[in-house]
């Protein structure tokens, strides 16, 4: 079975600081990986994907995350956080090839940015 | 409709009356999936339907849940006999099986309240 481990349920930063958000999964198969962010109130928006090719992943608002398959990791990083960055920050893991295709959320990091 | 939509926005019931929640996908797309989103945690696989596959179930919680989904269409998410843990955010998410490691695009949820 696949699962994902966000370890930091909270992250607080100050602006303009970077941040890195940690995320582990556990599979014994291929997996695709995302991240999504939930801003208060709201649905939840795909920041960025690892499909395959470069290890290194670029997203939306300045985000981006590394896929590192010996560690099992695929850790969010941003050099400057700003006040709208405050968000539910998920990491998600999709199994392909199987005969499902369901994806499996972390807990969540909440990333609480301060003045 | 350019995204997923869900309805209704908010729902409160009184325990033990049953509900029903719906959600409309993104037309052409073929899979769908249902999540609970309880305050504070992270998402909560309930049932994913693929076309006119068999529905993965494996995530509801108990026979008091139910989903329906005809075609590609319109699903509904039934609760019957509603308790107060079953409070929370439901998400409802689509996604082109032909790309399966592209995302999936969510509601905004509904969110419901057992009083």
């Known amino acids: 079975a696949q699962s994902v481990t966000q370890l930091d349920s909270q992250v607080p930063v100050f602006e303009e600081a970077p941040v890195e958000l940690r995320c582990n999964y556990s599979s014994s198969v291929s997996v695709y990986l995302f991240w999504y962010v939930q801003y208060p109130n709201q649905g939840l928006q795909l920041l960025l994907k690892y499909l395959s090719g470069s290890t290194l992943v670029k997203g939306i608002n300045g985000f981006e995350a590394e896929f590192n398959k010996s560690q099992t990791s695929f850790h969010l990083r941003k050099p400057s956080v700003h006040i709208s960055d405050t968000a539910e920050y998920f990491c998600a893991v999709l199994r392909y090839g199987g005969a499902t295709n369901k994806l499996i959320f972390g807990t969540g990091t909440l990333l609480a940015v301060q003045p | 409709g350019a995204g997923v939509s869900q309805s209704p926005s908010n729902k409160v019931t009184e325990k033990g009356k049953d509900v029903e929640l719906r959600c409309d996908p993104i037309?052409?797309?073929?899979?769908l999936y249902w999540y609970r989103q309880r305050l504070g945690q992270g998402l909560e696989f309930l049932i994913y339907f693929q076309g006119n596959s068999a529905p993965d179930k494996s995530g509801l919680p108990s026979d008091r849940f139910s989903a329906e989904r005809t075609g590609e269409s319109v699903s509904t998410l039934t609760i019957q006999r509603t308790q107060q843990e079953d409070s929370a955010v439901y998400l409802c998410?689509?996604?082109?099986?032909?790309?399966?490691?592209?995302?999936?695009?969510f509601g905004s949820g509904t969110r419901l309240t057992v009083v």
């Open positions: 037309s052409g797309h073929t899979a």
């Open positions: 998410a689509s996604s082109r099986n032909s790309e399966r490691g592209y995302g999936y695009t």
